[in-house]
């Protein structure tokens, strides 16, 4: 079945550092890409999407690649800062339901002033 | 306007109740779901309604039951309250069966 291994937490940085949240796939077909965002005390929210190989998904600084020879979709971000704080989930889905979305294990950031 | 809400925010009860869970999305979507996310973050699908109908159920106790009385609602009833069920439950929807849209979550906890 499809599933998504994204890189282990906690990760934290200091403000403007560069971020790298590895995230890799597999998957049947060709799945939609995405990485959400969850503040803390809220639901997650959608970040950015790709929905086929080599498009670039960005949105607030963040952008990835959907890579599909090396079935990655790794999240980067050039210069974090404080309110960057919160957990990433990279997630796929099949085309044809997003309810079997398939997470990741989700990865806590934590950025210092 | 909230898109997808869901009520209560904080659910707290002893074990053995009964308890509900509201959702209510005015974004127009044909699809909603319920997911659990257990204290390590990890986020797994319960149940997804289309138009009403059930289309997702994985492997739940009966102990949990979604009802969906109309397209933009999809509650959820849980009996027999136990420890292990104490988790954040979100609610989502969507409507192009990609991208999700999620409720803020309802932080329940069993004694």
């Known amino acids: 079945g499809d599933s998504v291994t994204q890189m282990e937490g906690p990760v934290t940085l200091s403000e403007e550092a560069f971020l790298t949240i590895n995230c890799t796939y597999t998957?049947?077909?060709?799945?939609?890409l995405f990485w959400y965002v969850q503040y803390p005390g809220e639901g997650l929210q959608l970040l950015l999407k790709?929905?086929?190989?080599?498009d670039k998904g960005s949105n607030k600084g963040f952008e990835a690649t959907y890579r599909k020879e090396t079935t990655s979709f790794h999240l980067e971000k050039g210069s974090v800062q404080v309110s960057d704080s919160a957990v990433y989930f990279c997630?796929?889905?099949?085309?044809?339901?997003?309810?079997?979305?398939?997470f990741g294990d989700g990865t806590t950031l934590t950025v210092k002033p | 306007d909230t898109a997808v809400s869901q009520t209560p925010k904080y659910l707290v009860t002893q074990m053995g109740n009964d308890k509900s869970i509201k959702c209510e999305q005015n974004l127009g979507h044909d699809t909603m779901y319920w997911y659990k996310q257990d204290s390590k973050k990890f986020l797994k699908i319960m149940f997804s309604y289309n138009n009403k109908e059930l289309i997702i159920n994985e492997t739940v106790p009966n102990r949990f039951s979604p009802k969906s009385p109309d397209k933009a609602h999809l509650n959820l009833h849980i009996n027999s309250l136990e420890l292990g069920d104490s988790a954040v439950y979100f609610c989502?929807?969507?409507?192009?069966?990609?991208?999700?849209?999620f409720g803020s979550g309802t932080q329940l906890s069993v004694l």
């Open positions: 997630a796929l889905s099949g085309r044809r339901d997003a309810g079997k979305s398939t």
């Open positions: 989502a929807s969507s409507q192009d069966r990609e991208k999700l849209f």
């Open positions: 790709a929905t086929k190989a080599d």
């Open positions: 998957a049947t077909g060709y799945p939609s």
